[in-house]
């Protein structure tokens, strides 16, 4: 039923959140570079599904959970460690699209690596950066992460600010910024979210993230920006 649900609204052209404002500009027929950044759990074919003519990017300090496939989608990877290494092998105003998907959080130089990977950006590129909310330290623990600390890999909390200005100090204006809630797939998995809730609440005392539970209570923020044209 679930799979069934998400191919309708994929026909629909329903866009994940992360997507929308990038398929405005480009959608399925135009050919684009993106970079992303943390391209684990086959992030690459993801992209890949909505942007067929895009050329995809990785950058990560290691293979987390891909495939030969998403490896073979890719244009390149950047093997690179954030903390330790620099950005120099990555080309300065190539990328139309740079997406950071829950990677500031595993970091202590963020605002850093924000500001170096807006270098990379051409002149009316888009950064989409995602993280966990300064609200998520008051949120329930749950089996696989709903309160911040959750997570041993996370050492740093941001805030939209401090993300916000990071772009702003390197010449991103702001389009949007906020909490990541898709309403309309809240709605449709409801109820199958409310029965394994309970069945895991019963089996392991626990919430279980999953089925939305990130969007229920606006466990993620984000913060999109788009680099200023050169005068």
């Known amino acids: 039923m679930k799979k069934r649900l998400k191919k309708f609204l994929k026909k629909c052209n329903y866009c994940p959140i992360k997507f929308r404002y990038i398929n405005k500009l ?15 759990n086959d992030s690459a074919l993801y992209f890949k599904d ?16 891909n495939s030969k496939k998403s490896f073979d989608i890719m244009k390149q990877f ?13 080309p300065d105003n190539f990328f139309d699209v740079i997406s950071m998907n829950h990677v500031v959080e595993h970091l202590p130089n ?17 950064f989409y950066v995602e993280f966990p909310s ?10 696989g992460t709903l309160h911040f600390c959750d997570d041993d890999s996370h050492i740093r909390i941001y805030d ?13 204006k702001i389009i949007k910024a906020g909490k990541v809630r898709d309403y309309l797939n809240m709605i449709i998995f409801f109820p199958r979210c409310v029965i394994s809730q309970i069945k895991s609440w019963k089996k392991h005392k626990k919430l ?7 969007h229920y209570f606006g466990f993620c923020h984000y913060v999109l920006g788009e680099k200023r044209k050169k005068q």
Request: charged share 25%.
């Open 26 to 40: 480009y959608g399925k027929n135009k050919v684009f570079n993106i970079l992303d950044v943390g391209c684990g």
């Open 134 to 143: 300064t609200n998520s330290l008051s949120f329930p623990s749950a089996i």
């Open 78 to 90: 950047y093997n690179i460690d954030l903390v330790k290494n620099s950005l120099d092998i990555v």
């Open 110 to 126: 963020s605002i850093a690596v924000v500001k170096n990977l807006s270098k990379k950006l051409k002149p009316e590129g888009q």
């Open 160 to 172: 939209i600010k401090d993300i916000a200005n990071a772009m702003l100090e390197s010449d991103i």
């Open 50 to 65: 909505w942007f067929p003519k895009a050329d995809s990017y990785g950058l990560d300090n290691d293979n987390y959970n």
């Open 208 to 214: 279980h993230v999953k089925d939305f539970l990130w």
